[in-house]
């Protein structure tokens, strides 16, 4: 389970219901606020379509940042910024194509 702070809490449950939040990223929040509510990984993987490692990816990272999240507590502006960069999903060097090849992203 995934302990949130009230503040924390409503932020993500902020991100999940504003318009303006990309689709993805209310996605991962979601993900998030059904961790914190107890449910398991399976449970959560079943409700949004995906496999059991993405959704346990998304609860090891936001345990990981905890400590971080913790000391960014009462800044409302620096948490959102550390919430959004922590759900964001960064580049993959290596990333299978939908015809299951590999492929090399670059940018430029």
Do not use: C, Y
């Amino acid at each position: 389970m995934i302990d949130l702070s009230a503040e924390q809490r409503a932020l993500l449950e902020g991100l999940a219901r504003r318009r303006e939040t990309s689709h993805s990223l209310v996605q991962r929040a979601q993900r998030v606020l059904r961790a914190a509510d107890g449910e398991a990984n399976t449970q959560i993987a079943a409700a949004v379509g995906l496999g059991e490692d993405a959704v346990g990816l998304w609860r090891r990272r936001w345990s990981q940042a905890s400590a971080v999240l913790t000391a960014v507590a009462g800044q409302p502006k620096r948490l959102r910024a550390e919430v959004e960069q922590l759900l964001s999903d960064p580049p993959r060097r290596f990333a299978r194509s939908s015809r299951g090849r590999v492929s090399s992203h670059r940018r430029r």
